[in-house]
């Protein structure tokens, strides 16, 4: 089956530019979504297919997909960007996460 | 606006079977395209897809656990049924229930229940 793999955890300074990967074997054929997870709170999407921001998600955000990695980066972090991220594909129709990012702002 | 929510029980013995259902408002399982999916996730742990019901009755299954999961839809009730027998407390986790269109992201979740597997 398929398998993306994340950084356990992920530091970035107040104000700094954060990059979060996901890795898979040729990951840039495939359409990639990122969530932003909150402590007891569902997870949100940050972004879809790629490169896309949802309505209501900072310009901060962006993703990029290209070979075997992903790359969610968020640009001028804030302490409420401090939250889990995941990142999801579809493969042979069906769902894959990642196994989960922990974003801390310094 | 689409909403969902998951209801069922928070306790459950180990080897029992578990029933949760997903009560959803704001669209249709009858709409082309559109799908439910349950997902889990441990306490500390990362997300897990279960299962999936498309608009049309297809079902996807996480190959992992295929063999305990049966995921139905009501449309009449806006509604989607989780079952995941011989529940173990490895079992033990929130589960969600979430909105998908055209096999892309899921941009809507419930609430989440967290389900507890104890004798």
């Known amino acids: 089956s398929y398998e993306l793999t994340q950084p356990l955890s992920v530091s970035v300074d107040l104000g700094q530019t954060a990059r979060i990967t996901c890795g898979g074997n040729?990951?840039?054929?495939?359409?990639v979504h990122w969530y932003q997870q909150k402590p007891g709170q569902a997870p949100v999407v940050v972004i879809y297919?790629?490169?896309n921001r949802p309505s209501g998600i900072p310009e901060r955000f962006s993703g990029s997909n290209s070979g075997n990695t992903a790359t969610l980066t968020i640009s001028r972090a804030q302490a409420g960007d401090e939250a889990d991220y995941y990142c999801?594909?579809?493969?042979?129709?069906?769902?894959?996460f990642g196994g989960g990012t922990k974003l801390t702002v310094l | 606006q689409i909403t969902l929510k998951e209801s069922g029980p928070t306790l459950v013995k180990p080897t029992q079977t578990l029933t949760l259902t997903c009560t959803f408002s704001?669209?249709?399982?009858?709409?082309?395209?559109?799908?439910v999916a349950w997902i889990r996730q441990p306490p500390a742990k990362a997300l897990e897809w279960l299962a999936l019901?498309?608009?049309?009755?297809?079902?996807r299954y996480s190959p992992s656990l295929r063999s305990r999961l049966t995921v139905t839809k009501d449309t009449s009730e806006n509604q989607v049924v989780l079952t995941v027998t011989n529940m173990d407390p490895v079992d033990t986790a929130t589960y969600y229930c979430?909105?998908?269109?055209?096999?892309?992201?899921?941009?809507?979740w419930g609430q989440g229940t967290l389900v507890t597997v104890s004798s």
């Open positions: 979430a909105y998908c269109a055209s096999n892309s992201q899921f941009d809507y």
């Open positions: 704001g669209f249709s399982l009858t709409t082309t395209g559109v799908g």
């Open positions: 019901i498309y608009w049309d009755d297809d079902k």
């Open positions: 040729n990951l840039g054929n495939k359409v």
């Open positions: 297919r790629d490169s």
């Open positions: 999801q594909v579809w493969d042979s129709s069906t769902v894959v």
